[in-house]
């Protein structure tokens, strides 16, 4: 089932690259899977982890991946997929987005808690090795969801702290 | 008032020095006050910063506190002071009596667990700069006493988990 999860994913997003470092999209579900594989999971978790960003960044649905994977897995996926996007809340501007999101993340289920956690901590480190710039607007919105996450697995959320912490000093030197 | 506190504690610490760096005790609880300024707090929180060792580590009892600076102080001195200690529970080795302590602080107020969050940054830096030996066995105690501080001030708990993992990771790498 795992194996599945990471094929489907991986023809999902195609040729899709990461933003900075120009990778093959699915080098980022695969590293957030193998850092919740670090802390007690279910395999529906590492197949939610894989399957993450799909219904968020390609044509695939929710409905489609129940379909193929069930409804707990699905589930996951749609807890892990924005709700608060451009396309759909046009007339709010980024920070009302992110906010309503964080707000709507602080009550998903803890394994999706887990898997955001590992999200964030492969994020921040991408970007704070790639776009320092961009860190101004993004530490504070991590910072916001990262406190949301609290009750995720806590070893996960130390480490994100520490991620995000590491990007907040490195805009605090630069000042 | 502050200013009472910070002299109160520095003549009940006297002449006791920190263990690693050999300075003047009263040094710790003065850094844990600002660490605690740098977030919303009240001036209890400031004077119980100042005070937060001196009913464990001298001969002044909480009720000679609560007459000179009131319940409020007093109550949050009690919360920061070891109850599960080797002299009162001599029958508990230290992992034991470390466990009922990490039990009884996941319950204490959000004032005190922001002043223990603060005392943990503080402390961790320490033993990190100066006993990274003691680190072995001191590290998975943070880590279970900062997981239970969750409710404290955020940021304090963000910077706190950046410690213990800075920690953490200085114990993986000697391995």
């Known amino acids: 089932m795992e194996e599945e999860a990471l094929e489907y994913a ?69 807890e892990l997929t924005d709700v608060f996007t451009k396309e759909k809340y046009p007339h709010l501007n980024r920070k009302k987005r992110k906010q309503r999101e964080v707000e709507r993340q602080a009550k998903i289920s803890v394994e999706a808690k887990t898997i955001k956690l590992a999200d ?17 607007r993004y530490v504070p919105e991590m910072i916001a969801l990262t406190e949301a996450l609290q009750g995720g697995n806590f070893q996960l959320l130390m480490r994100a702290c520490y991620e995000v912490e590491c990007a907040r000093k490195v805009l605090q030197q630069k000042r």
Chains 1, 2 share one sequence.
């Open 120 to 136: 964030v901590i492969d994020n921040t480190h991408d970007i704070l090795e790639n776009d320092p710039g961009f860190a101004r």
């Open 10 to 78: 991986r023809r999902a997003h195609g040729d899709q690259q990461r933003k900075y470092t120009k990778e093959a999209y699915i080098e980022h579900p695969k590293r957030v899977a193998e850092i919740v594989r670090t802390v007690p999971h279910s395999s529906e978790m590492i197949c939610a982890a894989y399957l993450h960003d799909v219904v968020e960044d390609t044509p695939v649905s929710i409905q489609d991946i129940q379909r193929k994977f069930g409804r707990k897995i699905a589930g996951l996926v749609e």
